[in-house]
């Protein structure tokens, strides 16, 4: 039963936390590199490209809409759950399939408790991370950065748990913010094609998301958000190199905004829909595993 996640040029935090998450929950043998048979878990994976011969175990994965839709409905799908109603209506499954992301399974980890050290900390998406200036804005605004490239998940989520309030523009730190307890502000992602995702799993939870505007760090920012794309190719660095007089005023602004959005406070699902859902996740897992909880 191999492992199977999203695994980019650069680490990404939702689809990282696969390797630490599933090995803190099932018990060893579990896992092995038999690719006979597939287990997809945390992230919007749900490809139509996935080999079709092995078996496919779906455990709170998602649909994306970054690819055609795949057929789930032959025997080499086993459908325990989905992300959300929107990823179980996209690929025609029983409502029933739809409880929440994989990654509320981390609420079974047996992490350390942690004291509140950062009132507000800053989590962007990845892809904001080469065309901005998000650790020097949070520097200088008294904010806690915390990088979704850090390979290690664990200190990730350590910094999560210091926290108070989150603001991100990265799904998956909403999602474990909310599976930490945490409370979150969560910023309208610049590339419209990554809105959708959101909402699937803010309905799994019954949550009435809330975006709120992503301010930009730099020129290259405000060039991704008029043009809809990455903000890192070449045309976009040398118009950033031509208005490189712009950054402070950039910097500065993008900080206070962050400041202003954390004054409003942050959501959270309710802690009865939290609980059930996690305990149905456990549940489906169980199913086909033994477990370390």
């Known amino acids: 039963m191999k492992l199977t996640y999203f695994s980019g040029h650069v680490p990404n935090f939702g689809d990282e936390l696969n390797k630490y998450m599933w090995d803190s929950l099932v018990s060893p043998g579990f896992f092995d590199e038999d690719e006979s ?10 490809w139509d490209y996935l080999p079709k011969k092995p078996k496919k175990i ?31 209506a996209a690929l025609n499954l029983d409502p029933s399939l739809a409880i929440t992301d994989a990654a509320i399974l981390t609420h079974f980890m047996k992490l350390p408790n942690q004291e509140k050290q950062h009132k507000i900390s800053f989590m962007p998406h ?6 901005g200036n998000w650790e020097l804005v949070c520097k200088l605004a008294g904010i806690n ?40 502000v969560s910023l309208k992602p610049i590339l419209p094609i990554h ?24 020129i290259k920012d405000s060039w991704s ?3 809809g794309k990455l903000g890192t190719g070449k045309r976009s660095r040398q118009f950033a190199k031509m208005l490189s007089f712009t950054d402070k005023y950039y910097i500065e602004n993008a900080g206070e905004k962050l400041l202003k959005l954390a004054k409003n406070g942050g ?11 996690a305990d149905m996740a456990l549940s489906k897992l169980s199913e086909y595993c033994d477990l370390k909880v």
């Open 225 to 227: 958000q008029v043009t």
């Open 145 to 184: 950065f915390i990088d979704p490239t850090n390979p290690d998940v664990l200190e990730s989520l350590t910094e999560l748990k210091k926290t108070e309030l989150l603001i991100t523009e990265a799904m998956h730190g909403t999602i474990l913010a909310d599976t930490l307890r945490v409370p979150w």
């Open 37 to 46: 048979k597939l287990f997809l878990g945390i992230g919007s994976i749900l």
């Open 126 to 131: 990845y892809e904001s991370i080469p065309r």
């Open 267 to 277: 959501q959270l699902s309710e802690d009865k829909i939290f609980n059930l859902k």
């Open 58 to 88: 779906v455990m709170g994965s998602g649909y994306g809409g970054y690819t055609p839709k795949p057929d789930v409905h032959d025997d080499s799908w086993d459908i325990a759950f989905v992300r959300g109603p929107r990823t179980a």
């Open 195 to 218: 809105h959708n995702k959101w909402f699937d799993w803010a309905e799994s939870l019954n949550i009435d998301l809330e975006f709120s505007q992503m301010p930009s760090s730099s």
